[in-house]
Structures are given as structure tokens and as C-alpha cells.
């Protein structure tokens, strides 16, 4: 099936098997390696990539459903002196190890900040009819689709809390 999706700001058109994962198009068929295929059943968050801004596991959905989206990989969010904050912030707080989970750790981050900031409460949200406040639990709470084999958590909080600031 031919589908046309804006892939870090350029429109691709691919003529793909309908089975294909949005993971495998984007790893396999544009070469876009930074999204990681951890486990390829929706239980680790390596393959996160941003859909019109929203964070999805891209192992888990059909690439086909995404005819006329806006897809943003790793690669997207910025690059060489261009880092995006988050992607600055992994580094210089270190947040990783193996660097295996972290394209999705930081896409997921990218969107959660997001989310947070348009009022959506998380299961560690106590009053939910207040604002968002990020604290650390909140945080670990939002990422907690996000697996870390080498369990770099410390430094992926205080990155994302670098970014997000302190809660007020
Ligand atoms: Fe998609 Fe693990 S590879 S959630
Ligand atoms: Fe190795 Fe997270 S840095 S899995």
C-alpha cells in the first residue's frame, strides 16, 4: 500500500506491505536507525517516536495508519550542534550507558513535558483538578514505559528535571 507520511519535516511516500510496523518503515525503509527495536512488542518504549506530537511505541502500530501524519524520529528532534534540550541535557547529565534506550527515553521525554504542560494527570497525579506539578514522581511515573537495561534512571531524571525545571 502506498502510504505518504511527513518524516522529520520532508513527505516519503512508501509502498509498503500493510503489515509493516511503523518501526520497521522507519528503520528499514528510510534508514532511520535512531529509533530502537528493543523488544518489538510494546514493553520497553526503545522504538518511541512522536506522531502530531504525541509519544506512541512504533513497534506497535502499522506504518499504514499513518498515511498523512507527522512522524518525528531521534533524528528530527536535532542533530551535531543542533541538539534539541533534551537530547543536550541527556548528555550532559549523562544519561546513559549503553545509549540503547535513550532515542526513546528522550522522544518520550520531549512529549511528556508536553503532555504535563496541557494538564493530562498520571496515575501519580493526586489532585486532579489542579495543574501538573513535575515532581520526581511524576516524572519516573510518565517514563515509566521506558526501560533502561543499565538502569541510568538517576541521570535520566535529573536530565528531564533540567529541562522541565524545578517543580514551583
Ligand atoms: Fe517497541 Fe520495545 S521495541 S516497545
Ligand atoms: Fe543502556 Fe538505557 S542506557 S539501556
Redesign the pocket.
Known amino acids: 500500500m502506498k502510504t505518504t507520511m511527513t518524516v522529520n519535516g520532508e513527505a516519503r511516500t512508501l509502498d509498503l506491505d500493510p503489515r509493516t510496523s511503523l518501526?520497521d518503515a522507519l528503520r528499514e525503509h528510510l534508514n532511520l536507525k535512531g529509533s530502537?527495536?528493543?523488544?518489538?512488542?510494546?514493553?520497553?518504549?526503545?522504538?518511541?517516536v512522536l506522531v502530531n506530537g504525541a509519544r506512541i511505541?512504533?513497534?506497535?502500530s502499522l506504518a499504514v495508519m499513518h498515511d498523512g501524519d507527522a512522524v518525528t524520529t531521534i533524528e528530527g528532534l536535532g542533530s551535531g550542534e543542533n541538539l534539541h534540550p533534551m537530547q543536550a541535557a541527556f548528555l550532559e547529565h549523562d544519561a546513559f550507558q549503553c545509549g540503547y534506550c535513550t532515542p526513546?527515553q528522550i522522544c518520550s521525554a520531549v512529549a511528556m513535558l508536553a503532555e504535563a504542560e496541557a494538564g493530562a494527570a498520571s496515575h501519580a497525579t493526586a489532585d486532579l483538578t489542579a495543574p501538573v506539578v513535575l515532581t520526581d514522581d511524576e516524572i519516573r511515573e510518565r517514563l515509566s514505559?521506558n526501560?533502561c537495561r543499565c538502569s541510568a534512571y538517576p541521570q535520566i531524571l535529573a536530565a528531564v528535571r533540567a529541562v522541565a525545571g524545578e517543580p514551583a
Open positions: 518501526l530502537k527495536k528493543g523488544c518489538d512488542h510494546g514493553q520497553c518504549g526503545a522504538c518511541t511505541n512504533a513497534c506497535l526513546g514505559g526501560i
